[in-house]
T-cell receptor, first 114, second 115 residues
Framework: GAGVSQTPSNKVTEKGKYVELRCDPISGHTALYWYRQSLGQGPEFLIYFQGTGAADDSGLPNDRFFAVRPEGSVSTLKIQRTERGDSAVYLC????????????FGPGTRLLVL | AQSVTQLGSHVSVSEGALVLLRCNYSSSVPPYLFWYVQYPNQGLQLLLKYTSAATLVKGINGFEAEFKKSETSFHLTKPSAHMSDAAEYFCAVSDQDTGRRALTFGSGTRLQVQP
């Protein structure tokens, strides 16, 4: 079956611009996660949705970052007033409900802020 | 807070040699533990996971890992390396104690396989 998909695969923007990154989870997965992976590092947690609500947004670095999942399926990560330090690969994952459930990752969106 | 330490950012082995990638976690309550592999320009793929059942966990592609509570370790092994195993490997934990679902990842180990 289809895995987690993310669009765009690459995004180049200028400092100060607004960007949206989209994640389409595996059908039937109620949990959705966003992570950020900087060069040479492991992924770092940003936010977790259970259904439509953000159950844990403790990883968002500041209020320029925001994410929504209005219908409990597709999610959009929004970054306002982008900074060069936001350049990274943004990974989305989805899973069934349950702490031990496997998180399935998408290919990521590579964001470059010039 | 949970932390994961992967000793060795780069490991190089010869084809056919034993692969050993190290992972230690910090929690006093055994967490759920995962190993993921990341091939260039691809997403993370689950190799195996430990969820409080058998301490020796077998995964895909001939990999296995053993949970050792006394050593707070979950090292990944494969008896015989193949060229196709060259990739980046990440150990991750989820916090069974707090129920927090976010995974905490190690910084990764890049495996090189020499012919």
């Amino acid at each position: 079956g289809a895995g987690v998909s993310q669009t765009p695969s690459n995004k180049v923007t200028e400092k100060g611009k607004y960007v949206e990154l989209r994640c389409d989870p595996i059908s039937g997965h109620t949990a959705l996660y966003w992570y950020r992976q900087s060069l040479g590092q492991g992924p770092e947690f940003l936010i977790y949705f259970q259904g439509t609500g953000a159950a844990d947004d403790s990883g968002l670095p500041n209020d320029r970052f925001f994410a929504v999942r209005p219908e409990g399926s597709v999610s959009t990560l929004k970054i306002q007033r982008t900074e060069r330090g936001d350049s990274a690969v943004y990974l989305c994952a989805s899973s069934l409900f349950g702490l031990q459930e496997t998180q399935y990752f998408g290919p990521g969106t590579r964001l470059l802020v010039l | 807070a949970q932390s994961v330490t992967q000793l060795g950012s780069h490991v190089s082995v010869s084809e056919g040699a034993l692969v050993l990638l190290r992972c230690n976690y910090s929690s006093s309550v055994p967490p759920y533990l995962f190993w993921y592999v990341q091939y260039p320009n691809q997403g993370l793929q689950l190799l195996l996971k430990y969820t409080s059942a058998a301490t020796l966990v077998k995964g895909i592609n001939g990999f296995e890992a053993e949970f050792k509570k006394s050593e707070t370790s979950f090292h990944l092994t494969k008896p015989s390396a193949h060229m196709s195993d060259a990739a980046e490997y990440f150990c991750a934990v989820s916090d069974q104690d707090t129920g927090r679902r976010a995974l905490t990842f190690g910084s990764g180990t890049r495996l090189q396989v020499q012919p």
